[in-house]
C-alpha cells in the first residue's frame, strides 16, 4: 500500500465488465461521504493516449510492443505529470479513483509478451507508486460480448471472442501471481449495479477508517 495521504482505488476488468460505471459511482460516493476523490483511466487523454486510442480503434496500425510500450509511457505520465499526474494529487490528500492501471498490461499484452517481462517493464510505475486496492470486476466472456453489442456501435482491437477470453485468463493468472502485492479483490460482477457496487463498497470504510454506509 501506498504512503501518500490520499488512497489509490483502482478498478480491472475484461471489456464490458461495468468498470467505468461501478469506478465512477464509487468517486462520487467517496467525494460526497470522505473526502476529496479525482477520477481518472488508462489510457488518458493525453497526446500519448490519444495515439493509444487511435490504434485500439484501427486507425493506426502497429505491433504489439510497439502497443506495451505506448501504454506503459502514457502510464508513466499519468503517474507524474505536472499538471494532472496521480502523484501530485495524492499528495495533496486527494483520494483517486482510477478505471485501470499496470493489470491492464498484464492482460492485454500477453502472450505477446511473457506476462514476467510485462511485469518487469511496469516496475517502475510499481516503485511509484502501488495500489491501496484494486477491483478485479469479473464476468464471463458471453457476458462481455452480450453488454459490448448492447452498448457499442463498433468494437476496438482487442473486442473479439477469442482476445477476450484470452485476456480474462490472462488477468486471473497475473492476480495469482501478482495479486497479494497490490491488494486485489475479485468481485463478481455478473450482478446488478447495485449489487456490485455494494460489495466493492464493503471494502471501503475499513481502507479510510470510517463507519460503513452501504446500501445509502
Known sequence: MNNNKGKFIVFEGIDGAGKSTISRMLHEKINTEIG??????????????????????????TDEKTIASLFLADRLDHLQNESNGILKYLQKGINVISDRYYYSSYAYHVPHLPLEKVVDMNTLCAQLLRPDIVFYLDIPVSESLKR???????????????????VRENYLKAIEKEGKKDNVIIINANNDIETVFNEVWCYIPELFDVKST???
Open 36 to 61: 476529496s476523490s479525482y477520477y481518472t483511466f488508462e489510457p488518458t487523454d493525453s497526446p500519448i493516449g490519444s495515439v493509444i486510442r487511435n490504434i485500439l480503434n484501427r486507425r493506426i496500425k
Open 148 to 166: 459490448i453489442s448492447q452498448n457499442r456501435n463498433f468494437t476496438d482491437l482487442y473486442e473479439t471472442e477469442s482476445k477476450i477470453t484470452q
Open 214 to 216: 452501504a446500501n445509502k
